[in-house]
């Protein structure tokens, strides 16, 4: 299972690295991998697990941030209806998004980064994805809110980019006009 020490921290170059598509049909290298992944991220939501291991919790985690830089990211998380979402990708791709921009008014983190990066993170309120899943399917993920943020978090974690990268230093709290405010 991966714990915390298994996940490459801001500086290393890999997460700055453009990940490589990984060969379907996904090895069983490849599928161990992803799996692992949605595993770390299902563990850190599950207190008792977290505690026992000290893992700190996640809606999300991608490949690049375990040191594999290859194409493959997972997602655990509730929308706004309280729905379980749980996709486990490889080649994840935002196929279309809306002109609308979201934000988390609680800002963004992320597990590669142990320090507060405060300001608010400006993404699409709502994207498309498509992907192929761990089982081999292709699928096509409509996404809003707080799942929509989590996604195009992690396929930033895939082009070598981080939450940071879009926080406007002179004025972090600064929304942009007609941005959806997404209370988490
Ligand atoms: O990729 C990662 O580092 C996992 C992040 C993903 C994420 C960060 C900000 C916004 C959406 C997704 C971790 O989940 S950070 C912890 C967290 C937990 C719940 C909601 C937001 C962030
Ligand atoms: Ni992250």
Redesign the pocket.
């Known amino acids: 299972m991966i714990k915390m020490n298994d996940i490459v921290r801001e500086d290393d170059p890999v997460l700055r690295e453009k990940a490589k598509e990984v060969p379907l049909p996904a090895s069983e290298e490849d599928k161990a991998i992803l799996a692992s992944l949605i595993e770390y991220v299902k563990n850190s939501q599950d207190p008792e697990i977290a505690e026992k291991y000290g893992l700190r919790p996640g809606i999300g985690l991608a490949a690049p941030?375990i040191g594999v830089s290859k194409r493959m990211i997972a997602v655990h998380v509730n929308d706004e209806n309280g729905n379980q979402l749980s996709y486990a990708l490889f080649n994840p791709k935002i196929v279309s998004h809306s002109v609308e921009k979201a934000y988390l008014t609680s800002g963004e983190g992320?597990?590669?980064v142990d320090r507060n990066v405060p300001g608010y993170v400006h993404r699409y309120a709502r994207v498309t994805v498509k992907a192929v899943t761990l089982e081999g399917e292709e699928v096509k993920l409509r996404l809003k809110g707080l799942p929509a943020i989590c996604m195009q978090?992690e396929i930033d974690?895939l082009n070598g980019v981080m939450?940071y990268d879009y926080i406007n230093e002179k004025a972090p709290f600064q929304i942009e006009e007609n941005a959806q405010a997404i209370e988490r």
């Open positions: 941030q992320c597990l590669s978090h974690h939450f």
